[in-house]
């Protein structure tokens, strides 16, 4: 924190989607679900819960509510890629992920997921993010 709190920095936080939580003080911007292309990807049900956890590690505010976030002054980028706990089509996965970097304008993917056979879909999109997110 003596570096910096995040402040400006979009961080995607490619997951089950995120709620503006009021302990992240606004700063949840309109995200992505490639499955339902009219949520701005938010959680569906209450089960969905494992992506504002990670948001609230990454940009929870200081304040009395609970913890402080690693870069409390970030800007979260809600990405959706579970629903009721079942992943997507790694096809829309990947397309989630070129969104947050390319649409999105994530500078930073968090991606606590996991599982499955290693996927060229997934695999390009996180390559494309290296060389063409952060304008380069």
């Keep these: 924190w ?17 709620d503006n939580h009021n ?17 701005p990807g938010r959680p569906l049900v209450a089960a969905d819960n494992h992506g504002v956890a990670c948001a609230g590690i990454i940009a929870a505010s ?16 809600p990405v959706k890629i579970f629903a009721n706990g079942t992943a997507y089509t790694d096809s829309d996965i990947g397309d989630a992920i070129n969104w947050a ?5 994530a500078e930073v993917l968090s991606n606590s997921w996991g599982n499955g056979p290693p996927s060229s879909d997934i695999t390009n999109a996180i390559n494309n993010a290296t060389p063409s997110g952060r304008g380069g």
């Design 101 to 105: 970097w390319d649409d999105g304008n």
């Design 62 to 77: 200081n304040n009395t509510i609970g913890i402080r976030g690693i870069a409390e002054n970030a800007i979260i980028v």
């Design 2 to 18: 003596a570096l910096t709190t995040g402040c400006g920095i979009r961080v995607a936080v490619v997951d089950e989607g995120v």
């Design 23 to 39: 302990d992240m003080n606004g700063r949840v911007t309109t995200g992505f679900d490639p499955v339902n292309l009219t949520n």
